[in-house]
């Protein structure tokens, strides 16, 4: 068992890197890849904790591309010295920054009692997401939940919400590559296509590039995954997978298992590493 898609609190989850590659090991995983969002700046310590504990590192990220639904591209294999994909995921970390003042901003404006000095503090200083704000949100009591801040002020549509940049797909797995990457596309039902146009959308991308497509996810049922893996063979990507786990930000999805049932092979980390340029 793997698990190809977890965040730390580099990014927009609860648990350092080296927590989130313990439960990895202790929910049995014999590989785990930290894959936070536009930032490696995690890897190099999960990478030391996973030593540690006798298992394999898939270094990795998350990028938000442009399209019509949500689409995720997940980077693996991705080093942290200068390359052409660093130097892009500098500039969304730059933008995410501007994007958090001015939903601080917003917030206030509502008359909610957030800062984004709480907010950085709820982050540790590093990777301000929305989780965070939503966090704050509770502890005030201005939400019940994270969900129901993310339902009532946070995400898109709502009153607190404000874009983030996000780039072209292409560009995305152009950049991979020439850094030495692959690529795959995490949670593909978020782009809301029925069947044929999904299977249209990643035909384009695999032509483009595309290695992997996130079939094993943590919150599908296992018929939807059935399905994924064929249509991934059929257009000769690797089925690939993982929990999404964000810890306490996302309560339901535990690592390794997501709700319970998950179960990416262990062949999938190989599969992968055979299409680095």
């Avoid at 898939?58 to 994909?85: I, K, N």
């Avoid at 874009?163 to 020439?178: F, G, H, M, Q, S």
């Avoid at 786990?245 to 262990?266: A, C, E, N, R, W």
Wanted: hydrophobic share 40%.
């Amino acid at each position: 068992m793997i698990d190809l898609h977890s965040h730390s609190t580099v990014s927009d989850g609860s648990e350092s890197p080296e927590r989130v590659v313990e439960l990895a090991a202790a929910a049995g995983c014999t590989a785990v890849a930290l894959t936070d969002h536009d930032s490696t700046d995690g890897v190099a310590r999960a990478a030391a904790r996973a030593a540690q504990l006798g298992i394999d590192l898939v270094a990795g990220c998350e990028v938000s591309c442009s399209a019509t639904g949500t689409m995720h591209v997940l980077c693996y294999f991705v080093g942290d010295g200068p390359s052409p994909l660093q130097d892009e995921l500098a500039r969304l970390r730059d933008d995410r920054a501007a994007r958090n003042v001015e939903m601080a901003r917003r917030l206030a404006g509502l008359g909610l009692p957030v800062t984004l000095a709480e907010v950085s503090a709820e982050a540790g200083g590093v990777g301000v997401g929305r989780p965070h704000f939503a966090a704050v949100l509770v502890r005030h009591g201005a939400a019940s939940s994270v969900q129901d801040a993310f339902d009532r002020y946070l995400a898109k549509g709502k009153p607190g919400y404000v874009p983030k940049a996000r780039v072209e797909a292409a560009a995305i797995l152009d950049l991979a590559t020439r850094s030495g990457g692959v690529t795959a596309l995490a949670h593909p039902l978020s782009l809301d296509l029925p069947p044929a146009a999904l299977a249209a959308e990643l035909q384009h991308l695999a032509e483009l590039g595309l290695a992997g497509l996130e079939c094993y996810y943590g919150r599908y049922d296992q018929a939807t995954r059935s399905e994924l893996v064929a249509l991934a063979d059929r257009l000769g990507l690797v089925a690939t997978g993982g929990s999404d786990f964000h810890g306490t930000y996302k309560p339901d999805l535990s690592m390794g298992t997501g709700t319970g049932d998950l179960d990416v092979p262990d062949r999938v980390v190989a599969e992968l590493e055979s299409r680095r340029p």
